[in-house]
C-alpha cells in the first residue's frame, strides 16, 4: 500500500500552489465552433502527491485548511537583569535532559575565574562526555562558536595531534580547570579522529578502513560530507562515544549509529529538515550551537524509515515519545522557534494509516497538550469511504485534528486546481490538456488558468472559449462540467480620458 501521512501545525491557510492574482469567471455557452481534442486520450498524466503533470500543463490541488489552532511554540529566552529568572527545571526522569537551573548561572571561565551566564529555560546541551567551559565572549552556556567548530576546540580540552592518511588523530585530556569545575568527568583523555570528505583520497571506505585498523576510537569527526556521501556504508565501531558531521547533506536517516553514542553533533546545513528519531540511542545526546551563527541543523519534520512500522507497532509510540517528551528540550526537535515542537510527520513507506492506537503526551509548560491542526494521508484509495471512520477526527485521545484531507484518492476530491507551463504552450494543446484533465477528474469545479503561458499572442480568455467549446461539443449543453468556473487574469481598466 502506498501512502502518505502527514500532520502539520498550521493556523487558518489556504494552500494554493502557484496561484496568481485573478478574477473568478463562470462558464457560459458561446457559439458552437469545431475544436480538435482527439489527442487528450494519448496525453501522459502523472500524479505526485497534490501535483499532477500533462505533457505540457501542471496541474496543482489547491486544500482549503479550516484549522483555527495556532502554534504552541513559546519563547521565553531574552535579556533579563541578573537574579531575575533562576528557577529549577524539572523535566522528569523520562526526559533526556536532567535537571539543571535556568536563568543567570555562576558559570566557569577557562582562566578558571567565575561569570554570570544565561542558561536557557527552553533547551539544554547535555555534554555528558565533553562538558565544556565558558569564555567571556560568550551569553549563553555550553555553546560553541563556528571559528571552534570549524577548528574541533572543546573549551577546556587540551589537544595533541598528529597527521594520518585520511585526516588527523587527536587526543583531548581534560585541562586542570575542567577537572576541578567538572569532578564527575566520565573520561579524562578522549581518543579521537578526524576525516575531511573533501581530500580525494578520503571516502567512506577509507575510513571504515582506518577505523578497523585503529582500534579504541572514541570521538569521530567527519568533514566534507555532501548529498553524495554515502552513510549507509558508514560502518562506526561500538567504542565511538561522540560523533560530529559537518558538510551539506539533506538526510541522515540511514546512518547507523553505535548503540552507546553519548554525543552527536550535526552541521549539515539547512537543507536536512526530516528526522527519523529511532536512529538516535537512548544513550545519544543531541548537541546544538545553534545561539552562535545557526549553525547547527534544526528539524521541522519527522520522517520514519523502518517500512515495517504499523498502526500497533511499538516503535511508533516509541517516536512519539522520543518526540515529544524524551527530547523535547533538544533545540534540535523543536522546529524552527525556541521551546516549539516539530508538528509535521511523513510517514510515506511505511504501514501507518491511524494514530489510534497511540497516546500523545501532554505538555508539561501548562498548556495541556501537543495540539495537531491538520492530517494528510495518502493511501491507494481501498479504504473507501471507511477511511475517516478508521482514524477518526481524534486519531489519539491526546490529540485535536480540524482537519482531513485523504491523498489516496483525494484528487476524486479536489474542487479546484492551479494550472501552469514553464514554457508557451498553444491554444489547441493547453485545451487538449485541461479536456483531457477534467475527463480523468471530473469532480474538479474550479480552474485557474492565471499562470498557463500561451503562445502567439493567444489571451486566456481565448483559452477559456476554446475549453468551454470543446465540453459543449463532446458532452453537450447540460453536462457535468457546464459549471465550471474559470480564473482568469485580472484585467486593469483603461484610464479614463
Not at 569564555?135 to 594520518?164: P, V
Request: charged letters at 20%; glycine letters at 6%; hydrophobic letters at 30%.
Amino acid at each position: 500500500m502506498k501512502k502518505k501521512f502527514k500532520i502539520l501545525l498550521t493556523s487558518a491557510s489556504v494552500i494554493a500552489m502557484g496561484a496568481g492574482v485573478g478574477v473568478y469567471v463562470a462558464t457560459t455557452n458561446t457559439q458552437n465552433t469545431s475544436v480538435n481534442v482527439n489527442n487528450n486520450e494519448n496525453i501522459n498524466y502523472k500524479t505526485n502527491g497534490t501535483v499532477v503533470t500533462g505533457d505540457k500543463l501542471t496541474f496543482s490541488a489547491v486544500v482549503q485548511q479550516n484549522s483555527n489552532i495556532s502554534t504552541q511554540a513559546f519563547i521565553n529566552d531574552g535579556t533579563k537583569p541578573v537574579g531575575t529568572y533562576n528557577k529549577e527545571i524539572n523535566l522528569g526522569k523520562d526526559s533526556i535532559t536532567p535537571k539543571y537551573t535556568s536563568g543567570y548561572v555562576e558559570t566557569y571561565l577557562e582562566s578558571g575565574d567565575t561569570v554570570s551566564r544565561y542558561s536557557s529555560s527552553e533547551y539544554h546541551n547535555n555534554r555528558t562526555l565533553m562538558p565544556i567551559l565558558d569564555t567571556k565572549e560568550h551569553y549563553y552556556t555550553s555553546e560553541r562558536t563556528y571559528s571552534e567548530i570549524q577548528k574541533g576546540i572543546y573549551r577546556g580540552w587540551e589537544i595533541s595531534t598528529k597527521s594520518i592518511n585520511y585526516g588527523e588523530q587527536f587526543a583531548y585530556s581534560a585541562s586542570p580547570v575542567l577537572k576541578t569545575v567538572f569532578r564527575d568527568l566520565k573520561q579524562e583523555t578522549i581518543k579521537a579522529v578526524q576525516f575531511n570528505l573533501g581530500l580525494s583520497d578520503t571516502s567512506i571506505e577509507s575510513i571504515n578502513s582506518f577505523l578497523k585498523t585503529n582500534t579504541g576510537i572514541q570521538f569521530v569527526t567527519i568533514k566534507g560530507i555532501s548529498q553524495d556521501t554515502d552513510l549507509s556504508k558508514l560502518v562506526l565501531p561500538e567504542s565511538v562515544q561522540k560523533l560530529t558531521l559537518l558538510g551539506q547533506r539533506n538526510t541522515i536517516n540511514d546512518l547507523k549509529l553505535p548503540s552507546e553514542l553519548q554525543e552527536i553533533e550535526i552541521y549539515l546545513g539547512s537543507s536536512l529538515k526530516s528526522i527519523d528519531p529511532l536512529i538516535f540511542p537512548k544513550s545519544a545526546n543531541i548537541i546544538s550551537d545553534v545561539v552562535m551563527n545557526n549553525t547547527s541543523s534544526v528539524f521541522t519534520e519527522i520522517k520514519l524509515s523502518d517500512s515495517t512500522i504499523d498502526n500497533n507497532s511499538p516503535k511508533l509510540q516509541k517516536a512519539i515519545d522520543d518526540v515529544y517528551t524524551y527530547r523535547i528540550k533538544e533545540r534540535a526537535f523543536q522546529g524552527l522557534v525556541p521551546g516549539g515542537y516539530i508538528a509535521s510527520w511523513d510517514l510515506t513507506g511505511t504501514k501507518v494509516t491511524s494514530f489510534n492506537n497511540v497516546n500523545i503526551p501532554p505538555l508539561n509548560d501548562g498548556t495541556g497538550r501537543f495540539y495537531i491542526a491538520h492530517v494528510e494521508v495518502k493511501t491507494d484509495g481501498n479504504f473507501g469511504n471507511s477511511q475517516n471512520e478508521s482514524i477518526g477526527s481524534k486519531p489519539s485521545n491526546d490529540s485535536q485534528i480540524n482537519d482531513w484531507f485523504d491523498w489516496g484518492g483525494g484528487w476524486q476530491k479536489v474542487q479546484e486546481v492551479v494550472v501552469s507551463s514553464s514554457e508557451n504552450v498553444s491554444l489547441e494543446t493547453a485545451t487538449q490538456e485541461i479536456m483531457g484533465f477534467i475527463a480523468k477528474y471530473p469532480n474538479v469545479k474550479k480552474i485557474n488558468i492565471v499562470n498557463v503561458k500561451l503562445t502567439d499572442g493567444s489571451t486566456h480568455e481565448q483559452l477559456k472559449d476554446n475549453v468551454i467549446k470543446a465540453i459543449t461539443a463532446k458532452y453537450g449543453e447540460e453536462s457535468q462540467y457546464k459549471d465550471i468556473e474559470f480564473v482568469l487574469p485580472e484585467t486593469v481598466p483603461s484610464p479614463v480620458a
